[in-house]
């Protein structure tokens, strides 16, 4: 448990930002491309750090490597403490994109392995909760402290840093994991690969989970904006709360695949994402809080759904000694979701507008979920648990 808490403190760290672009907007006069560069860089510090270094805690361990995380962690909520240009939050965005890179595989695994014997289920739970869910307590920490507490943009982050600081003691206090441990100077970079009878799988796995990100990284990066500019909603509380739905919902997607059977959460998490985007257009089309509220809760589920069902079916699809370099393709597909589709309704916000550049985003995401859930009815995924 402990370790998973540390695990969400960090993940808290990563979209601790998001009620708060509106004020950074005022306070620098960037524009909403901007604010979806800004938000797009994290993605590129987390796909850098799984390609060259996300096998690093198989080699020297777990606390390091989750200690370099948390440490990454707090030299960003430093420099958004520090901010007084842009300089400032591109650099906190990409240290924050760093530590999530090396706290997603090590600390999943980490908390598996502190598990007692015959606690593999649960332990799975906790892993999954302090992931999602951790994601989802950042925006609702920094919406809930910019609301009704003073210093909107320097609080959220000097609460974090309290929590890293916390996160790093109990860390230094739990055991470490791997036996045999090697130095640092061993580690190489994980090349992705494709094998390809993976390939028939990959494909809708990689569309679904893509599709995916992309609906986190529009709702985390521009949803507040469209909360205020069209529908008055100027409280960063419940900005941070409909961000946080998304999350919520995602982690109780993942928990029913248990109950739903992985060869199924595939094609139901598709059908979700579908079924969310729509809500997001009606959102974006009537100018209607209940649909973005929808749309986060329909939306999230899909997506933890689909998620776990890609990572489930492509893992079972692949040789065991290519399974780590398909499975770190897969993340790469996903957080690539996160960034350019993001910067992709940026570039629209300015000849089209806001609700006009969803609307485009909505279009070609529901394209390629169409095409996947296709896929998959005319090839079921097989996948073990």
């Known amino acids: 448990m402990l370790g998973g808490a540390v695990f969400a403190v960090c993940m ?35 796909i850098g750090v799984l390609l060259l270094a996300g096998n690093a805690s198989d ?13 990454f962690s ?8 520090s901010a007084t240009g842009m300089g400032w939050l591109y650099a906190g965005r990409l240290l924050s994109g760093l530590s999530a ?16 014997s015959g606690g593999a289920t649960r332990a799975t739970l906790v892993a999954t909760a302090a992931n999602m869910g951790g994601l989802g307590c950042g925006p609702l920490l920094a919406g809930v402290l910019a609301q009704y507490a003073a210093w ?18 109990v860390l230094a206090r739990l055991p470490e994991t791997v036996r045999d441990r090697r130095p640092l100077r061993t580690v190489r970079p994980q090349r992705p690969g494709l094998p390809p009878q993976v390939r028939p799988v990959f494909v ?12 986190f990284g529009v709702f985390t990066s521009v949803s507040p904006a469209f909360l ?58 009537w ?14 589920a899909g997506q933890g759904l689909a998620f776990r069902g890609a990572l489930a079916a492509v893992a079972a699809a692949s040789p065991p000694d290519r399974r780590a370099a398909v499975i770190s393709m897969l993340f790469v597909v996903a957080y690539a979701g996160i960034s350019l589709p993001v910067i992709g309704v940026g570039l629209l916000v300015g000849p089209i507008g806001l609700e006009g550049a969803g609307l485009v985003f909505i279009v070609c995401m529901a394209v390629l979920v169409t095409a996947a859930a296709g896929y998959l009815l005319r090839r079921p995924a097989r996948a073990s648990a």
């Open 12 to 46: 808290a760290g990563t979209t601790l930002p998001t009620p708060l672009y509106g004020l950074y907007q005022e306070k620098f006069g960037f524009s909403e491309l901007v604010v979806t560069v800004v938000y797009a860089v994290y993605a590129f510090g987390v």
């Open 101 to 116: 890179g090396l706290f997603t595989g090590a600390a999943t695994a980490y908390v598996m392995e502190l598990a007692p």
């Open 204 to 215: 809708p796995a990689a569309i679904a989970a893509f599709v995916g990100f992309a609906l």
């Open 152 to 169: 909107p943009l320097y609080l959220p982050f000097a609460v974090h840093l309290a929590l890293v600081a916390v996160s790093a003691v």
């Open 228 to 285: 205020a500019q069209s529908l008055d909603v100027h409280n960063r509380a419940v900005s941070g709360l409909v961000v946080a739905l998304a999350f919520f919902a995602s982690t109780a997607g993942q928990l029913a695949v248990d109950r739903v059977g992985v060869g199924r959460s595939l094609p139901l998490g598709c059908a979700g994402l579908l079924a969310g985007l729509a809500l997001l257009a009606g959102a974006l089309w």
């Open 59 to 71: 080699t020297v361990g777990r606390r390091p490597v989750l200690l370099a995380g948390l440490a």
């Open 287 to 300: 100018d209607l809080l209940a649909l973005v509220v929808a749309s986060a809760v329909v939306g999230g």
């Open 74 to 81: 707090a030299a960003s909520a430093v420099c958004f403490l």
